[in-house]
């Protein structure tokens, strides 16, 4: 789950991250009284949305007068806004951050994820501050700085002090730079985020160390423990579609090609994923309906497929351990005769009772194209989406 740069320092308020002083507004007059509250002479206009880049596209301005505040708020709330995060599409701005202006004289990154490669949480550091980390990876990873932190005993203070030296802090700003760092990662593990990033970490002349961005991302899987954080989804950043999916607890996310995938269990799904492209086409989404594979999640699934206009076809691929096959060959009949399914259908079952699922399909007047194999399906539904 994701959630926006002012409800991130909000968190990171909590644990003692320093952050500048912020306001969120939602209107042109609340964004001028905003930056009257906040006070100063310089205040920064952010737009608020679930995607980087926002600078480069033109959604942060940095105001010198009460009629700028205005007159930038005006013109970012409602806009259009693409980043290369967003897609060609873009997203409309609805809320606005005023801050506070702050006197950079250094700008660096800090980020805290789960290294899957060691099963270990790790503290990212470098001195490319406000620039894509993906690029300083691929460009300069030597001036990216790791700490791993086992789970026995936590981020330790020598790594904090490590890394404030690795990013060349001294004096005032290396004690702070240390502190801030243990601090982001207590937020980073108590909250149970997936990732926690400030892109740009800066220094200030006073040797000051502020968040002034913050992108954070919760495991959903524990998002039971943060009833608050939940209430911090924005549905108006998410796919609709999604949205929809999300309420019938299946696990939906869309893509950009014409094959609509209905598959049980994330591992199967992207393997059906990758083996449309093999066959010459493209899937248009990833979509596990669960273990269980009722009737009625079948039937979710695919008014949520077919809700997708750029769908020409659909393959279903169900592996039938916890379910049997014939259960879910019933649910897609009985799913298909309620929706009016107008494009190919390709079903491919396997495992217990799969002999007895195809009989079900070939015999319910439908018109099902079966298929023996996850190799055979793919290349019948891009077939059926060329002929």
């Not at 702070?176 to 892109?199: K, P, Q, W």
Request: with cysteine.
């Amino acid at each position: 789950m994701n959630i926006h740069e002012h409800q991130g320092k909000e968190i990171l308020r909590r644990f003692g991250v320093p952050v500048p002083q912020g306001r969120v507004a939602y209107s042109v007059d609340e964004a001028v009284e905003s930056a009257r509250q906040i006070g100063g002479e310089v205040w920064v206009v952010k737009a608020q949305i679930h995607a980087g880049g926002r600078g480069k596209g033109g959604g942060v301005k940095v105001a010198r007068s009460l009629d700028e505040v205005r007159q930038f708020a005006s013109d970012i709330l409602g806009m259009i806004l693409i980043t290369h995060q967003t897609g060609p599409e873009g997203k409309k701005v609805n809320r606005l951050l005023i801050e506070q202006g702050v006197d950079i004289a250094r700008e660096l990154y800090v980020g805290v994820t789960l290294d899957r490669a060691s099963s270990r949480h790790v503290v990212m550091a470098s001195t490319e501050g406000g620039v894509e980390i993906e690029k300083v990876a691929s460009r300069t990873p030597e001036k990216i700085l790791k700490e791993f932190v086992d789970p026995a005993v936590g981020f330790q203070p020598f790594q904090a002090r490590k890394l404030a030296f690795g990013l060349g802090l001294t004096g005032e700003a290396f004690r702070n730079g240390v502190r801030f760092l243990s601090a982001l990662y207590t937020c980073y593990h108590e909250m149970d985020c997936s990732l926690a990033e400030i892109n740009p970490l800066v220094v200030t002349s006073a040797g000051d160390v502020l968040a002034l961005d913050a992108k954070m991302n919760f495991d959903d899987n524990a998002l039971f423990r943060h009833p608050d954080i939940v209430g911090f989804r924005d549905l108006g950043e998410e796919d609709p579609l999604e949205v929809e999916a999300s309420k019938s607890n299946l696990n939906y996310i869309k893509l950009d090609g014409n094959v609509g995938c209905m598959v049980n269990g994330a591992g199967l799904a992207m393997g059906t994923m990758d083996i449309i492209k093999l066959a010459g086409g493209e899937p248009a989404n990833f979509l596990d309906v669960g273990g269980g594979a009722s009737a009625e999640t079948v039937e979710s699934g695919f008014r949520i497929i077919l809700a997708d206009p750029h769908v020409k076809a659909i393959l279903i691929n169900i592996f039938g351990g916890i379910v049997r096959c014939d259960r879910v060959a019933t649910g897609v009949v009985q799913a298909a005769r309620h929706i009016s399914v107008n494009v190919p259908i390709v079903v491919r079952l396997a495992g217990t009772n799969a002999e007895l699922a195809a009989k079900i399909l070939r015999d319910s007047g439908m018109n099902f194209r079966v298929a023996g194999s996850l190799r055979d399906a793919a290349d019948q539904v891009t077939q059926a989406i060329a002929a």
